[in-house]
């Protein structure tokens, strides 16, 4: 079954909101972003979660040092690095690593190879929906591939169907507001993902 992501978390009721309807991995984000949480606040939301979710913090260029202190404060289990970090980096923090790229920064498959990580992330970034996801059918059969951008409740169970991915990973598809979730949108998205329709 399909991996679901909630990601952009800010507080706790969401965050437990998310595994009652079963999310899969949660995603806290410590670079800019309307979306931004502080290592204290998100150390405070991880001590009320139950066991066996992931939980992951989205970095973009911060150092190895800055990641690891961190991961290490609020206990989190994976890094997702979204910035210009490299082979030598992801290796230093693998496999407790995602490695994300949009369609405009995606190395060939070869260069693909060099990163030792959990798995790759593709965001849509500014291309369509379809294309973003064939591009990810297609390169899902060399890595273990999780699939963003532009997901909502409305779509993922077709981008899904199109792109084949290990997860799905959502955050603006599933808001009330930044920062905040809408619960209902969070359900229907899980649901749909998962084929629980």
Known sequence: MIKVKICGLTNLEDALAAVEYGADALGFVFAPSPRRVTPESVREIVA???????????????????????????????????????????????????KAFTL???????????????????????????????????????????????LTPGNVAQAIKVAQPYAVDVSSGVEERPGRKDHGKMRDFINAAKGQR
């Open 104 to 150: 405009g920064n995606l190395p060939s498959l070869s260069q693909l190879g060099r990163y030792r990580v959990a798995a790759i992330m593709l965001d849509k970034g500014k291309g369509t929906g379809i294309e973003h996801w064939a591009i990810a059918r297609d390169i899902r059969r060399h890595v273990r591939l999780i699939l963003a951008g532009g």
């Open 48 to 98: 009320g979660l139950p066991p066996f979710v992931t939980r992951a913090g989205v970095f973009v260029n911060s150092t190895l040092a800055e990641i690891r202190e961190t991961m290490s404060l609020c206990g989190l289990d994976l890094a997702q690095l979204h910035g210009e970090e490299g082979p030598d980096l992801c290796a230093s923090l693998s496999p407790r690593v995602v």
